[in-house]
T-cell receptor, first 114, second 114 residues
Framework: DAGVIQSPRHEVTEMGQEVTLRCKPI?????LFWYRQTMMRGLELLIY????????DSGMPEDRFSAKMPNASFSTLKIQPSEPRDSAVYFC????????????FGQGTRLTVV | GENVEQHPSTLSVQEGDSAVIKCTYS??????FPWYKQELGKGPQLIID?????GEKKDQRIAVTLNKTAKHFSLHITETQPEDSAVYFC?????????????FGSGTRLSIRP
């Protein structure tokens, strides 16, 4: 397996534009997590899914953020409208639901909102 | 919910010396404690983990200790080498809790001086 795949790797957009980040988890993994990493806040959990169902979205900063998982192999994180304070690295991670298993992270998407 | 605190935020040690990073957690239901290493431009990667029924675990130059009573756990790196320079994150996870989310500490930037 190629691991968790995120796209794009880098995104630069203007304030007010819609941004969509994409994630392909490792095949067979039941859980998918979206994290945001900034210098000030470290690694923040935004939302996670179990078997494609959102379980906890309490970390989503505000209504401008939304996440979907239409099937087991694809998830999106959308920001609309984007703001400069959304600039961060966004990571997607996945893990199986069986046993004490590690979460595997993607390479991340570096988002810059100007 | 779970809260994980990590210290120090930065650590500089001479090559060959040992490095220790400490974390505390708040939720007594947490029973799995992974440590991740993040190199520049990459996603975090698991380096070692420990379950709540174990007090210590070692893998070559890396060891982790857990004190469930005090709710703290530590990462020990011996005989440090230049390639150990990275950001390290501790995390806590309640495998059998109703919320299967992994909460990370704020990270420690470790620098190895030649």
């Amino acid at each position: 397996d190629a691991g968790v795949i995120q796209s794009p790797r880098h995104e630069v957009t203007e304030m007010g534009q819609e941004v969509t980040l994409r994630c392909k988890p490792i095949s067979g993994h039941d859980y998918l997590f979206w994290y945001r990493q900034t210098m000030m806040r470290g690694l923040e959990l935004l939302i996670y899914f179990n078997n494609n169902v959102p379980i906890d979205d309490s970390g989503m900063p505000e209504d401008r953020f939304s996440a979907k998982m239409p099937n087991a192999s694809f998830s999106t994180l959308k920001i609309q409208p984007s703001e400069p304070r959304d600039s961060a690295v966004y990571f997607c991670a996945s893990r199986t639901g069986t046993g004490y298993t590690e979460a595997f992270f993607g390479q991340g998407t570096r988002l810059t909102v100007v | 919910g779970e809260n994980v605190e990590q210290h120090p935020s930065t650590l500089s040690v001479q090559e060959g010396d040992s490095a220790v990073i400490k974390c505390t957690y708040s939720d007594s239901a947490s029973n799995y404690f992974p440590w991740y290493k993040q190199e520049l431009g990459k996603g975090p990667q698991l380096i070692i983990d420990i379950r709540s029924n174990v007090g210590e675990k070692k893998d070559q130059r890396i060891a982790v200790t857990l004190n469930k009573t005090a709710k703290h756990f530590s990462l020990h790196i011996t005989e440090t080498q230049p390639e150990d320079s990275a950001v390290y994150f501790c995390a806590a996870f309640g495998f059998y809790s109703s919320a299967s989310k992994i909460i990370f500490g704020s990270g420690t930037r470790l620098s190895i001086r030649p």
